[in-house]
């Protein structure tokens, strides 16, 4: 009987596939369809940090609109109690999860600054959520702030919030920093009990009739797996948090070199826009198909066994991989053997 439990940030999970923040996470009948394809475990949607910026300017603009009016019009305020904001409906959304799925609940928290996070984190947590996503998403374009300050200051935002709530945090990231391990490692000594790798940044596109920058969203795809991949593998063997691959997560061989390269869990979301909630339970019987063909008979033996202290070439996670591949594209080009685009 092969074993897939695994341990994500002290939560224990039937299997390593975890449905990540999106569309699905945030519609209780899909969270119903993904705990019957066999989910481990769900990341809702996040609450946005312009969410939280825009209720709380919106509620002062009410109340400075009519603290000079006449006493009848303030019947047009909303009592703070009963206001239905953004805040609210993410609560009631943590809580009606709870009910629907009988496994971890994740919350996501989508921003950068220390401000009000460390209150609504522990709202978060009162709500019923299992643990907290942090997702630290911002675009630093101001080249008067060193990367050393942002760095510094996004490690003290989770070691505050990792303080402050008495739930595991993990930390999603984006791959832009100049040192991830370093970054990473302070993570860890933040208090972060995660670290997810990585967050997709959603890059503006260009109109070329209205000669306007618009927004694109672009689903992943299978290759885009080599990023976390290389990471993974490299950071498995000097951090305790648990490690979660996400990004071009589409099938079970792609959860499967998630696990040797170290990741504690993968996670997927276009996976399964591309194909349902029911996919869950495909990408569990390619896993299991794997692992019985390799002998593998739980995660946990197969967890790490080709990350970078324990593969056989340790560089191949580094810049030899890139000499590698340029010089055996250049050999089959010279011989003048066709080179076919392959998805994974």
Known sequence: MIDLHTEYMGLSLRSPLVASAGPFTGDLDKLRELRDAGVAAVVLPS?????????????????????NSFGEATSFVPELDNYNTGTDTYLSL????????????????????????????????????????????????????????????????????????????????????????????????????????????????????????????????????????????????????????????????????????????????????FNGASYVAQVEQELLEWMQHHDYRSVSEMRGAVSRDSTADPAAYERANYIGNIASYSSRFIAGQPIRLQSR
């Open 47 to 67: 609450l946005f940090e312009e969410q939280i910026e825009h209720e709380t300017s919106e509620i002062d603009r009410l109340y400075s609109m009519h603290e």
């Open 94 to 273: 943590i809580e009606a999860a709870r009910d629907v799925v009988d496994v971890p609940v994740i919350a996501s928290l989508n921003g950068a600054n220390i401000g009000g996070w460390l209150r609504y984190a522990r709202l978060l947590e009162d709500a019923g959520a299992d643990a907290i996503e942090l997702n630290l998403y911002a675009v630093n374009a101001d080249p008067a702030i060193p990367a050393q300050d942002i760095e510094s200051e996004q490690l003290e935002l989770v070691a505050l919030l990792t303080e402050d709530v008495g739930i595991p945090v993990a930390v999603k990231i984006s791959p832009f920093y100049t040192s991830v391990a370093a970054f990473a490692l302070g993570l860890q000594e933040a208090g972060a009990a995660g670290m997810v790798l990585f967050n997709r940044f959603y890059a503006p596109d260009l109109d070329l009739e209205q000669l306007d920058v618009k927004s694109k969203i672009s689903l992943s795809r299978p290759a885009e797996l080599r990023l976390p991949l290389r990471w993974i593998g490299i950071l498995r063997e000097f951090l305790d948090l648990s490690l979660a691959g996400s990004t071009g997560v589409h099938s079970g061989r792609d959860a499967v070199k998630l696990i040797l390269a170290g990741a504690d869990v993968t996670m997927m979301t276009s996976a399964l826009l």
